[in-house]
């Protein structure tokens, strides 16, 4: 495993040790007809569809290959097969196989892959050798498939050196291919770190200290092996107990209470007093529209050090502080710091002076500090400090930032990756106001980080990490995954538009667990992020203003991303702002970032006092009739609570399923706590509204699914529905052979309600359904006898699409009891889908 890219002094102390378990060397031939050729073609993807066999998974099931020869099997072919498929005479087996010192036994070796390949990518760019891209692509998606069909009884090991050799392979082919829009022409796998149990990633970084929530994001995101394997490697400097009370969805080791907060010494032991602003002075600079900057005045001792209030004019060159709270720089009891870490302020300031690039390096610096120049007292001056915040970090020449766990190390001593990495795990990415200051700091390459011996700027380890993914690929999915890390500051400004605005998109993707001491900071932040008005927004209650936020949107916008009203999460309580989220903070999405879904067309939702105005498509439901004369629960129909099946005009099936979290409780979906199955049962109206306009075309057998939101119609005018939100959902279409069965179950529900027993039902009265009355028990089983009757003539009716699933006793049951269900009346009609222009307005 030494091509996997490990830190310096990484807790990797020994690399993962991979035993050689071949029986028989690598036969030369193709690859991809290797198991026919040892009389094992039931592991190849494509054999229960070409020849009638199980699929590999259930192969196993019912036949499990003793895991010994498996292993063996699949290290010949999906490790040893594979390079020489690609690498061809570029190496050999012997290449990768070296003596263990711990034991007699052989172990696989990988010291030499990296060069072996980047020597092959260079050929085949040269066109040097005759191998297709769209051959290796199979190759590498082959052993993809294969190796996702083991059962976790095998060797870790063993799968963890496959995949990862697969990775690899996968970067260099597309390096050597010139592949460079991956979204679009990439035909390998490009998630071999799903092959891998989580436990691997998740267990040893929480030993390294770090926080769950950081797990999670890395763990649950799109990073490859290479980056979490070096992640794992990666100590956290702080205490492990810091981060004992986080949760997967937030980091909490950085709140402050501030009734209890405590200003910090930079010694323990050292009493020295705290030196105060002259808030006079502050106040009076503030309502003149102008910056508060300080200079340290030292003197013979400490207790003689003093500050200047110095009020900003044009061209003044001063460095804007960002730090984390929880460290212990700030104070919100008064506008004063003690005098040591003044002191200490003062010594890297003076260091700051020295880079070129941080402005005329003749000129003094000065510095800004939210604890000494932001007034603690409510007033107009604090508003206006508050107002001006975003010019204060923007003409700032430098921002520096300060955070505890980066000053443990010498940056100098560390590579750009170890530095970019320890950046985006520090205390300083948690946080809420960081994001600004990072973000408008760099969006000028002007964000500096203090380590121990020096700052360093981040816009040049920003473009190293760039060029080690373009260059580099034993460490490219490395690059990758600091790159998408560091990116949410780094370019959240200048990546979201010309304007110097944010997009709401990009703001909610980089406040993932993120976290603030005073909740009502949060629409403050993004207001200044995207441009909006702060003062009218500051102008009312510190309740209201995440409402006037939602409001404003639209002013610096065309609107507001209509994709909103299917995101999860909290949302606000006041009529017409149900739609909207009470918080961007914590991140409900798994996966999908739904504010990224919809980017271009007509993407705009206009705020009104009734809702949010949107166009989207969507359908029309309507409930069958439940059949007269039937019991409550006939024939104990077992229903799902969190499913629903649907119908089109067009003999289509859908299921619908409540979409939820993975990290949330039931009903977290903070909209209903009703089960989905409930509304079958309801005097209300409901639509469904779509995310996506249709459906595409599918021919790989993946189940196609649609993101939703299911809605109670509060009201219809001639162009607009008036709606509540109700439930999100997920719709999928059925695949064909499920779809036929159920429309022949539909088929023959209709006929049973033709049937002379269901026509007796319909002229009882209700004191006559009654289960321990002898007639009605007599039709009642009469009719569940015409039921079974009308099953099994549908199962037998040559020619039936869905006769070959209910042929079994088994799947004839299977079959009567879905006939039960729609005869019940439990699914739902859907009406023809309207225009994407149609008019909704969701509260």
């Not at 690929?473 to 990116?487: H, M, V, W, Y």
């Not at 109206?685 to 021919?699: G, H, P, S, Y």
Request: net charge negative; glycine share 6%; with cysteine.
């Amino acid at each position: 495993m030494e091509h996997l890219p490990s830190p310096l002094h990484s807790l990797h102390a020994d690399q993962i040790k991979v035993p050689y378990v071949c029986n028989k060397s690598y036969d030369g031939g193709s690859f991809l007809t290797y198991p026919v050729r040892e009389g094992k073609e039931y592991v190849l993807p494509a054999a229960s569809t070409s020849s009638g066999q199980l699929p590999f998974w259930q192969h196993e099931k019912l036949y499990p290959t003793p895991k010994e020869e498996l292993e063996s099997f699949f290290q010949t072919w999906l490790f040893f097969g594979l390079l020489h498929e690609i690498l061809g005479d570029f190496c050999s087996p012997q290449d990768f196989i070296r003596a263990s010192q711990e034991a007699p036994d052989e172990v696989i070796s990988t010291s030499k892959l990296i060069s072996i390949i980047e020597t092959w990518v260079s050929r085949v760019i040269n066109d040097e050798t005759a191998t297709t891209y769209e051959h290796l692509a199979e190759c590498l998606w082959v052993t993809y498939a294969a190796l996702r069909a083991v059962n976790s009884a095998f060797d870790q090991r063993i799968k963890l050196s496959i995949a990862s050799t697969g990775e690899m392979l996968e970067y260099a082919v597309n390096k050597a291919f010139h592949i460079d829009n991956m979204a679009r022409d990439n035909e390998c796998p490009a998630s071999w770190r799903q092959l891998v149990d989580e436990a691997s990633w998740t267990e040893p970084m929480r030993a390294a200290g770090w926080c769950p929530s950081q797990i999670f994001i890395l763990c649950q995101g799109a990073f490859s092996i290479q980056s979490l394997y070096y992640f794992t490697g990666l100590r956290q400097p702080e205490s492990p107990s810091r981060h004992q009370s986080c949760s997967k969805q937030k980091c909490v080791a950085y709140q402050n209470n501030l009734e209890k907060y405590t200003t910090q010494h930079c010694m323990g032991d050292c009493k020295c007093e705290e030196l105060s602003i002259d808030n006079g002075a502050v106040e009076d600079i503030l309502l003149k529209g102008q910056i508060p900057l300080l200079r340290i005045i030292p003197g013979q001792s400490l207790a003689d050090l003093s500050l200047e209030i110095i009020p900003s004019q044009t061209g003044s060159q001063y460095v804007a502080l960002s730090h984390v709270w929880a460290d212990g720089l700030g104070n919100p009891y008064a506008n004063a710091l003690p005098r040591c870490q003044l002191l200490r302020l003062q010594g890297l300031l003076q260091r700051s002076n020295m880079p070129s690039d941080s402005g005329d390096s003749g000129q003094e610096l000065l510095f800004w500090c939210d604890t000494l120049c932001c007034p603690v007292k409510p007033g107009e001056a604090k508003t206006r400090a508050l107002v001006q915040m975003k010019r204060t970090y923007q003409d700032a020449t430098m921002v520096l930032v300060l955070d505890a766990s980066l000053q443990l190390f010498d940056g100098g001593l560390l590579t750009p990756e170890e530095m970019c990495t320890r950046i985006s795990s520090s205390g300083w990415t948690r946080r809420l106001w960081t994001l600004q200051e990072g973000a408008l700091g760099a969006d000028k390459e002007r964000l500096w980080f203090q380590f121990r011996d020096r700052a360093f700027n981040i816009h040049p380890l920003w473009l190293r990490i760039l060029e080690i993914f373009d260059k580099e690929i034993g460490r490219r999915g490395l690059a990758s995954a600091i790159s998408l890390e560091t990116k949410t500051f780094t370019t959240l400004i200048s990546r979201g538009s010309n304007d110097g605005k944010g997009d709401l998109a990009m703001i909610e993707a980089a406040l993932r667990h993120r976290s603030v001491s005073v909740g009502t900071d949060e629409p403050h932040l993004i207001a200044n992020l995207l441009g909006l008005d702060l003062e009218e927004i500051l102008n009312g209650s510190d309740e209201t203003r995440v409402y006037r936020m939602w409001s404003l949107m639209p002013s610096i916008r065309q609107g507001i991303p209509k994709s909103i009203i299917f995101r999860l999460g909290p949302r606000l309580s006041g009529e017409g702002f149900r739609w909207a989220p009470s918080t961007l903070l914590d991140r409900y999405e798994d996966v999908n970032d739904i504010l990224l879904t919809m980017r271009d067309g007509n993407t705009e939702g206009i705020p009104s006092p009734r809702g949010l105005h949107v166009s989207l498509s969507g359908y029309n439901l309507s409930f069958p009739s439940r059949p007269k004369g039937l019991p409550p629960n006939p024939w104990n129909i077992m229903r799902e609570k969190k499913l629903l099946y649907m119908r089109d005009e067009y003999g289509a099936w859908y299921l619908v399923r409540r979409r939820e979290s993975k990290t949330l409780s039931a009903g977290g979906d903070f909209l209903t706590n009703e089960e989905l199955c409930t509304i079958t049962h309801s005097n209300d109206i409901f639509r469904i509204i779509d995310l996506e306009t249709e459906f595409q075309a599918r021919t790989d057998g993946v189940q196609q699914t649609r993101t939703s939101l299911l809605v109670k119609l509060v009201q219809e005018e001639e162009d607009t529905n008036y709606v509540q939100s109700f439930m999100h959902i997920n719709v999928a279409i059925l695949q064909r052979a499920n779809s036929d069965m159920f429309e022949a179950a539909y088929q023959c529900a209709q006929q049973l309600k033709e049937s002379s027993s269901a026509r007796q039902m319909t002229t009882l009265q209700d004191h006559e359904i009654d289960l321990d009355l002898s007639n009605y028990r007599t039709l009642f089983d009469s009719l569940g006898n015409e039921n079974r009757r009308i099953a099994m003539m549908a199962a037998n009716e040559a020619g039936l699409a869905a006769s070959k699933r209910i042929s079994g006793r088994a799947d004839s049951a299977l079959f009567e009891a879905i006939i039960s269900l729609l005869f019940a009346g439990h699914f739902v009609l859907m009406g023809r889908r309207t225009e994407a222009t149609q008019r909704w307005c969701v509260d």
